[in-house]
């Protein structure tokens, strides 16, 4: 019930294409649905996060779309950059909860080529 | 935001012995976190660090192994004891700010191969 499913595990696309990263959930207690992009060497960062209370979040090229039936969300990435060349993880939490832990999905290896 | 500040940034060491790495925020904040993440893999929630108490441990995880410190609001150290080639991992402080607690920053993590 704790998991995080992420897939796919690696993906390809073509620079000016649309990246597709999909998460599921079981947990219905999760109400805090994150996504962090992580460099090589470096700390995984906030990308952008979503709350149940809405199906879509925008912020540049980066859109979080959120079905709260189906308990899957997805990050997409629109007009992909070599730049963007990346692993992105997903990630639940409970805002209310007593500690706010995030479970984390495994993990998707992008990469954008020119 | 916040800015994590995590020493060392990696280190190689000799089975058998132990590491303290350090973990520096720029501002007081409740919530940090230690995770482990395995070269290529997901991040493992290890502890929460609790100011003023002990740590909180996840399961498979013991005090012995990863004892933690969290002296005051913006510092805290994570020590691997009695190290084996099955720690070589990266590990990470986090911090969580923000409405709930639900932003979560990272340092830029310890690389440490045992060997």
């Known amino acids: 019930q704790q998991q995080v499913k992420q897939s796919p595990q690696s993906l390809i696309v073509q620079k000016g294409g649309i990246s597709i990263i999909n998460c599921a959930y079981e947990?219905?207690?999760?109400?805090?649905f994150p996504w962090y992009q992580q460099f090589p060497g470096k700390g995984p960062a906030l990308l952008i996060a979503?709350?149940?209370?809405?199906s879509e979040k925008k912020e540049g090229r980066f859109t979080i779309s959120f079905n709260k039936s189906a308990k899957q969300f997805s990050l997409h990435i629109m007009d992909s950059q070599p730049g963007d060349s990346a692993t992105y993880f997903c990630?639940?939490?409970?805002?209310?909860?007593?500690?706010?832990?995030?479970?984390f999905g495994t993990g998707t290896l992008l990469a954008v080529q020119p | 935001s916040a800015v994590i500040s995590q020493k060392p940034s990696r280190d190689i060491c000799q089975r058998g012995t132990s590491l303290t790495i350090q973990c520096q925020v720029d501002?007081?904040?409740?919530?940090m976190f230690w995770y482990r993440q395995q070269p290529g893999q997901s991040l493992t929630l290890i502890a929460t660090?609790?100011?003023?108490?002990?740590?909180?441990?996840e399961s498979g995880f013991v005090i012995d192994k990863f004892p933690i410190s969290r002296p005051n609001l913006t510092f805290s150290t994570l020590t691997v004891s009695n190290m084996s080639p099955e720690d070589s991992s990266i590990y990470l402080c986090?911090?969580?700010?923000?409405?709930?607690?639900?932003?979560?920053?990272f340092g830029q993590g310890t690389r440490l191969t045992v060997v």
């Open positions: 947990n219905t207690a999760f109400d805090y």
């Open positions: 979503i709350r149940p209370d809405v």
């Open positions: 660090a609790n100011q003023g108490s002990e740590a909180t441990y």
């Open positions: 986090s911090v969580t700010i923000g409405q709930f607690n639900t932003e979560a920053f």
């Open positions: 990630a639940a939490s409970r805002a209310r909860g007593a500690t706010n832990k995030l479970i």
């Open positions: 501002s007081q904040v409740t919530m």
